[in-house]
Every structure is written in C-alpha cells, then in structure tokens.
C-alpha cells in the first residue's frame, strides 16, 4: 500500500512540473485523492497516523519534481505534441474515474460547466509579465499547492498567466535552494487553505464537489490538446495517447483491486 501512494505521489510530482495537467487530476485517477485530503487535514489536527499516507505521497511528489524536472524540460522542447498526447489520456481517464462520484441530474452538470467556466476563464484571462520577486515567488508556490489539491486546475498553467513559470522551472532543475524555500512558504500555506476547504465540501457536498471537479478535468483537456500540429507527429501522437489511456485504465484496474480509497 505505501509503494501504491509514493508511486502516486512520484505521478503527482510529474504532473506539476507540466502545464495544463494538475497533480491534483493524477490523485483522482490515482485513487489517492479524498485519502490525502482527509490525511492532510488529520495531520494537522494531531492525528500522526495520517503520516502513513502523507510521508510516502510527499516523497513521491518531491522525487517526481526534481527527478523529472530536468528532463521534461528538454523533452517538452524537443518532443512537445507526442508529450502532451500523452497527458491527454491521463486526463480522459480521470475524468471517467471522477464520473463514478456524482450521477447526471440538473445540480449536477450545473456544478460541471461552473467547473469548466472556471477553467476557461482562467484560460483565456491571458498572460501577464511581471518581474520575479519575492512576493510572486510566494504567490507561485501557493497557487501550485492550490493545484495539488484541486483537480482540473494546473498549477503550471497558473505559474504561466502570472509569468513566473520558467523561472520557478529553472530554480527546480537546477537546485536553487535559497529561492525554493521561499517557493516553499507559499506551498505550505496553500496546502492548508485548500485541504481545509476541499475537507469541508467532500463532507457536505460531495456530488456537487465532483461535478465541479469533472467540469475542472474537461475544460483542462483543451488547455493540453495542443494547438498547432505538424503532419509528421500525428503517429508518434496517436500512439502516445493510446500508450497513456492504456496505462490510466490498467491504473484504475489495479487502484480497484487494491481498494486504496477504503484504507490506510
């Protein structure tokens, strides 16, 4: 079980590090999701058994950051439709796990295109460009933990509006370790907003909750789909999503034999 959340949180680091995919969607097809959230929140209520869960996730979160930081910054530039493809999978499959938590009724798709209204806004807000700083170094941080927590929203994609995403790209892959610390103060506080109002809705409104989060994951499959495609990628692309809808499916096999979401 503990190698089941440190592979889930090796995932979820991954999916940080890329715009447009969020941690919090890997969680979801992970099995892991409401798990973490209820461990953060125990965690910080004095509760040291929700360490089983958040030390081997937090493990896997930092391997899966620093070990593939580097790297996807090379792929991505070399190799970046193929890539996107292949997170474009992820994404559809965990949409279908997400649709196992609430049934179509009125409130319910009501709450998924206020997910997607979301996103899109988000989307379509634009850039900005803004010198790096302390204080937007904090900002990023916090707004990526938000999407560790939140499905569908890509803190990447954040780091990107507000024009600091390279930078803080930079700083991962090279062990900049002054500044990550500071990246690291808005982390922590974004951890504990997000797990405290994400705790509050699984346990009041849980249907409607994973409606907005399933409207979240669809309106992100537009932000990863890319744009612009050459002839000359469409194979290794077709084949890269059906590597990755391969692989989310048999995840989601092995995440129910498991049965992760129903214990430590």
Request: glycine share 10%; net charge positive; aromatic share 14%.
């Amino acid at each position: 079980m503990k190698v089941w959340f440190f592979f889930s949180g090796v995932l979820m680091g991954i999916a940080n590090v890329v715009p447009g995919v969020s941690g919090g969607t890997i969680a979801v097809l992970m099995g892991v999701y409401e798990k973490l959230i209820e461990s953060v929140n125990s965690f910080f209520h004095g509760n040291s058994r929700s360490l089983k869960v958040l030390i081997p996730v937090g493990a896997g979160v930092l391997v899966g950051v620093f070990g593939i930081a580097r790297f996807l910054e090379i792929f991505l530039s070399k190799y970046p439709v193929p890539t996107h493809f292949f997170f474009l999978g992820l994404i559809i499959v965990s949409f279908v796990k997400t649709k196992e938590y609430f049934s179509i009724k009125p409130v319910n798709i009501f709450f998924v295109l206020l997910g997607m209204f979301l996103i899109f806004m988000l989307h379509f807000s634009g850039e900005t460009t803004a010198k790096e700083s302390m204080f937007l170094l904090v900002l990023g941080g916090f707004v990526a933990a938000t999407a560790m927590v939140v499905p569908g929203i890509s803190g990447s994609l954040i780091l990107l509006i507000f024009g600091v995403y390279d930078h803080v790209l930079y700083l991962v892959s090279h062990l900049i370790i002054g500044e990550l610390l500071i990246f690291s103060i808005g982390v922590v506080a974004g951890i504990l907003v997000s797990v405290k109002i994400m705790n509050f809705l699984l346990k009041r409104f849980r249907e409607e909750t994973y409606s907005f989060i399933g409207g979240m994951i669809l309106a992100s499959l537009y932000e990863v789909l890319p744009k612009k495609m050459n002839t000359n990628v469409v194979l290794p692309s077709v084949l890269s999503l059906v590597l990755s809808l391969t692989l989310g499916f048999f995840l989601l096999y092995i995440e129910k034999k498991l049965s992760v979401t129903q214990k430590l």
